[in-house]
């Protein structure tokens, strides 16, 4: 029996991270992908259009036993959606945006497997704390979050001092839904084997 070889095609560190907390031998894989998408998609449809999208990427490079994990995640306020800021300002008026309120942050995820493309979403609902300016200004200056959806990493102070409740997957926030995928790359070797 062949073992699967499983490749995580994701650039972010935190996927890298988590990903790592179920499973200990993966490759990482990454090319540029265009992440444009329909606008007429829900913002709900858009994470798991995109998780889809990257998959179907990498059909061509995909081998037999191999598994190919591919993931995006949006953050929706008032069904808006807010992506990587492109500046602090940006991400001060997000994060101000997202003060006192609560935001959706949606997962989409694919796994390709000998062909097949399986495909899920994960919701996760998270309520924010009122930030005072100086709080945000703190956040942004010493946790960097420039490179996350929404401008906060959960992970990060934002998540020990600005989150008041979350409703959901904890680690859907950070860009990997475990729990589910955990359970949904079980069922692909449980069908191999």
Do not use: C
């Not at 926030?173 to 729990?179: A, D, E, S, T």
């Amino acid at each position: 029996m062949k073992r699967i070889d499983i490749k995580l095609a994701s650039k972010s560190p935190r996927r890298h991270q988590l990903l790592r907390n179920i499973i200990k031998d993966f490759e990482i894989v990454s090319k540029e992908i265009d992440e444009s998408y329909p606008k007429s998609l829900k913002a709900s449809e858009i994470a798991l259009y995109l998780a889809k999208l990257k998959a179907k990427f990498y059909e061509k490079d995909a081998k037999e036993n191999q598994l190919y994990i591919t993931a995006d995640t949006i953050v929706v306020y008032k069904q808006k959606v807010l992506g990587k800021p492109k500046n602090k300002k940006d991400a001060f008026n997000i994060l101000q945006e997202l003060s006192g309120n609560t935001h959706i942050v949606y997962t989409g995820v694919s796994l390709l497997f000998n062909g097949e493309i399986n495909s899920f979403v994960d919701a996760t609902e998270v309520t924010f704390y009122d930030l005072t300016k100086d709080e945000i200004k703190f956040y942004i200056d010493h946790y960097k979050p420039m490179d996350k959806a929404g401008s906060y990493g959960i992970q990060e102070w934002m998540g020990y001092a600005g989150v008041k409740k979350i409703e959901g997957d904890f680690f859907n926030v950070m860009g990997l839904p475990l729990h589910r995928l955990y359970r949904e790359i079980e069922k692909i070797i449980s069908k191999k084997n």
